[in-house]
């Protein structure tokens, strides 16, 4: 008798043999789709990330702000006509200050002392914040595999109320730095965990809209930051929306959130996976068919052909022997590491190219307001038409026509901009130039948009359950590593549009190499081990056992 006739349960899929239905076990995408299918659980799970995103990318991209100098009128001689300036040219010595202009008035800088030692600590801010995300998405995937999913997030999520909590109450600069680290690594840890949450947990329409709705969150976060510093600038007051908010938004769900089941069954801890399911399916008024866990299923199957062979293995042996680590396996596998590197390095050149017009943010004026608005705007719109291709095509052609498309803009963007023009959107240039740089700004913007909302989607489908935390740890960590050095490949460029924009045209188009080697996984099943299993059943089945994928049943016993 065949071990699988211990769990004979009349469910649906069931098969006819001998004129009576006999137990097939149902994988966990079939499950998730009883469990609720786009319910209230994932919906309401997506909203409470999105806003979640949208309050920290408020703070991530709107940061500068918090060191934006003000206004000056100055002039160069006594019988010069006054002009704006900013401390840039009172320090250097070329100026003189009449006055002092603009709306940051209660600014960070401010409290520095206005003095141009205050200008120092741009560049030191930026660094510690995107080396913050860089060792927050580093430590996400270790998180996670001793803590779980659930833990993770809500240890994330309290994390950045604490440090945003203090910096109501300290005014030592070097504590302050410290907690610009502590909250942008929380931000990261925060917003990679609940992205890998809600893809675990969802079906597959969920799946494809849901990580560009938290990308239009992150949007929306940009406009909310300019709306917030026009009301008001004070930074530290600033601080009580990122204390208060979450914790409005959180307070009447976070404990309805449950550990993704497709975590738990890979980790063999079935009942709490049925646990979970359990609750899911409760939460959307769903109800679950009688059954057990594909994969328990072929555990004990695994075991009872195992003791065949060796009377002296238990089963209990099997269950209790510890999976390959997920970082070693997802540098060993060879397809996984070049998938790994290739996004990776797709992720370094998309936040290269989105954070440099960010840090310009330093030094936009009264425009920094409309220009961070306008980015927030056009990523909106790219993330929308992002999300309508995730929906409806291909996965490896759609990557290399963006990949083409944004390079191309690139070189063009450089052609066509004046040597010496600044990268931001206030471009002083007049004329026909002018508005082709303009026009080239905006389509490169707004095809990183399109792409970065895409590429989440297929990163997520590429990399299964296994090491999907860790690849997406090692794509945001490099995006991270590549926005920490924006200042100073800006400055080895010599703020040049050409130089940088072409070097970064070029990177893409460099790219497309690795791009046609990319699976197509447009309208498949997500994967939960690699390379559909084999890899990790490996270490847990002996050489002369034969493997069975969920593609291909154990065969029924008679």
Same mark, same amino acid.
């Given at each position: 008798m065949c071990i699988r006739d211990r769990y004979q349960r009349r469910v649906h899929g069931g098969i006819q043999i001998g004129g009576m239905e006999t137990y097939r076990p149902l994988d966990i995408a079939s499950l998730l789709e009883y469990a609720g299918n786009g319910h209230k659980y994932q919906v309401k799970s997506l909203i409470v990330f999105s806003l979640q995103w949208m309050l920290f990318s408020s703070f991530l991209a709107g940061f500068p702000f918090f060191l934006h100098e003000p206004q000056l009128l100055c002039r160069e001689s006594s019988d010069s006509q006054p002009f704006e300036c900013g401390f840039a040219e009172l320090c250097a010595g070329k100026v003189t200050v009449l006055t002092r202009l603009g709306q940051y008035s209660h600014n960070l800088f401010v409290e520095l002392g206005e003095t141009c030692s205050a200008l120092k600590y741009r560049p030191i801010f930026w660094h510690v914040v995107f080396l913050g995300g860089a060792v927050g998405a580093a430590a996400t995937p270790h998180l996670q595999e001793q803590l779980g999913r659930i833990v993770t997030l809500k240890a994330a999520l309290v994390s950045a109320m604490i440090s945003s909590g203090l910096m109501l109450f300290v005014w030592n600069i070097q504590i302050i730095l410290f907690l610009f680290f502590l909250l942008a690594s929380a931000c990261f840890i925060y917003m990679i965990t609940s992205l890998v949450l809600l893809f675990e947990a969802t079906s597959r329409n969920l799946r494809i809209i849901g990580p560009p709705?938290?990308?239009?969150?992150? @949007?929306?976060?940009?406009? !909310?930051?300019?709306?917030?510093?026009?009301?008001? $600038?004070?930074?530290?007051?600033?601080? !009580?929306?990122?204390?208060?908010?979450?914790?409005?938004?959180?307070?009447?769900?976070?404990?309805?959130?449950?550990? @993704?089941?497709?975590?738990?069954?890979?980790?063999?801890?079935?009942?709490?996976?049925?646990?979970?399911?359990?609750?899911?399916?409760?939460?959307?008024?769903?109800?679950?068919?009688?059954?057990?866990?594909?994969?328990?299923?072929?555990?004990?199957?695994?075991?009872?052909?195992?003791?065949?062979?060796?009377?002296?293995?238990?089963?209990?042996?099997?269950?209790?022997?510890?999976?390959?680590? $997920?970082?070693?396996?997802?540098?060993?596998?060879? $397809?996984?590491?070049?998938?790994?590197?290739?996004?990776?390095?797709?992720?370094?050149?998309?936040?290269?190219?989105?954070?440099?017009?960010?840090?310009?943010?330093?030094?936009?004026?009264?425009?920094?307001?409309?220009?961070?608005?306008?980015?927030?705007?056009?990523?909106?719109?790219?993330?929308?038409?992002?999300?309508?291709?995730?929906?409806?095509?291909?996965?490896?052609?759609?990557?290399?026509?963006?990949?083409?498309?944004?390079?191309?803009?690139?070189?063009?963007?450089?052609?066509?901009?004046?040597?010496?023009?600044?990268? @931001?959107?206030?471009?002083?240039?007049?004329?026909?130039?002018?508005?082709?740089?303009?026009?080239?700004?905006?389509?490169?913007?707004?095809?990183?948009?399109?792409?970065?909302?895409?590429?989440?989607?297929?990163?997520?489908?590429?990399?299964?359950?296994?090491?999907?935390?860790?690849?997406?740890?090692?794509?945001?960590?490099?995006?991270?590593? @590549?926005?920490?050095?924006?200042?100073?490949?800006?400055?080895?460029?010599?703020?040049?549009?050409?130089?940088?924009?072409?070097?970064?045209?070029a990177a893409l188009l460099a790219l497309l190499p690795l791009i046609n080697q990319l699976p197509d996984t447009y309208g498949k099943e997500i994967q939960d081990n690699l390379d559909d299993a084999e890899e990790l059943a490996e270490p847990l089945l002996s050489p002369e056992l034969p493997y069975h994928s969920p593609e291909q049943p154990y065969p029924i016993s008679k």
């Open positions: 709705c938290l990308l239009l969150g992150w @949007s929306l976060g940009e406009v !909310l930051r300019v709306v917030v510093e026009g009301i008001d $600038s004070r930074w530290r007051l600033n601080f !009580l929306v990122f204390l208060a908010a979450p914790l409005l938004i959180s307070a009447f769900y976070i404990g309805h959130l449950v550990e @993704s089941p497709r975590f738990l069954i890979l980790h063999r801890r079935y009942s709490e996976a049925r646990a979970a399911l359990e609750h899911i399916a409760t939460y959307n008024h769903r109800e679950l068919p009688l059954f057990e866990f594909e994969e328990a299923e072929r555990a004990a199957d695994r075991a009872e052909r195992l003791r065949r062979i060796n009377q002296q293995l238990l089963p209990e042996q099997v269950e209790a022997s510890p999976l390959p680590s $997920s970082m070693r396996l997802l540098w060993s596998h060879q $397809s996984v590491k070049r998938l790994t590197l290739t996004i990776s390095f797709l992720a370094a050149v998309l936040f290269l190219s989105a954070q440099k017009a960010a840090y310009h943010l330093f030094d936009a004026g009264d425009a920094a307001g409309s220009s961070l608005a306008t980015y927030g705007a056009i990523d909106f719109v790219g993330t929308l038409l992002g999300a309508h291709a995730a929906n409806n095509l291909h996965r490896r052609p759609a990557m290399r026509a963006m990949v083409v498309t944004i390079g191309a803009l690139y070189i063009l963007w450089g052609i066509v901009a004046p040597e010496g023009a600044v990268f @931001s959107l206030a471009t002083h240039t007049e004329g026909f130039q002018g508005f082709l740089v303009r026009i080239a700004f905006l389509a490169c913007r707004l095809s990183v948009g399109i792409t970065l909302s895409f590429a989440i989607v297929y990163t997520c489908e590429m990399f299964p359950t296994r090491v999907r935390d860790h690849a997406l740890a090692v794509v945001v960590a490099c995006g991270c590593l @590549s926005a920490l050095v924006a200042p100073e490949i800006i400055a080895l460029t010599k703020g040049s549009f050409i130089r940088m924009n072409i070097i970064l045209g």
